[in-house]
Structures are given as C-alpha cells and as structure tokens.
C-alpha cells in the first residue's frame, strides 16, 4: 500500500488468515481486537471475523 491508498476495507470469509508484513507500520483490525503491527510482524486469526488495516503509520506498506 503506498501513501493516499484507502486503507479502511474491512474483509470476512471462511477459514484462517495468516499474514507476514515485509514493509510498513499499521493499526490491524479483526474482530473486536486491534494490533499494531510493523515490518517482521505476522498475524494468525479466524477470517470469519472482519479484518483489514484500520490505518498506516508508516508506509509503504506490504505484506503477503
């Protein structure tokens, strides 16, 4: 994600999420919990919940 991009999508579907960031900082959303996550970082949550970056601290951003 580069600098101006809309980071406020909100996602949800079945199985788990697991998410490596490579570049950036963010506030991470998923369910009623946030996480402030950073270049190193990963996540492993229940996708059923919503979940999507909630705001950028520090971009670029990427992930995979």
Do not use: K, N
Not at 18 to 46: I, N
């Amino acid at each position: 994600m580069l600098p101006g991009a809309d980071p406020y999508v909100t996602f949800q579907h079945p199985g788990l999420e697991f998410l490596y960031f490579l570049s950036g900082e963010v506030r991470y959303r998923y369910g009623g919990r946030t996480a402030e996550v950073r270049a190193g970082d990963s996540l492993l949550f229940e996708a059923t919940a919503l979940h999507g970056i909630e705001a950028i601290q520090s971009a670029p951003v990427s992930y995979m």
